[in-house]
């Protein structure tokens, strides 16, 4: 495995923040949602948000 830079890493903690900030607002207009189908739209992009998340950081493992 290679060695990230620190401009790397910076750029990947970058996108940790935004992909947990996405998740986060996303999971609270689930919360906030009466309408069924939007409300599905909004778990699904809170989920992919998570996996991203998640996916990012394998890359720092």
Do not use: I
């Amino acid at each position: 495995m290679s060695v990230l830079t620190t401009k790397e890493l910076q750029a990947l903690s970058d996108q940790l923040d935004f992909e947990k900030v996405l998740h986060c607002k996303y999971m609270a207009a689930v919360q906030e949602c009466q309408d069924g189908a939007l409300k599905n739209q909004f778990q699904g992009l809170a989920d992919q948000h998570r996996q991203n998340y998640a996916d990012l950081l394998g890359y720092l493992k």
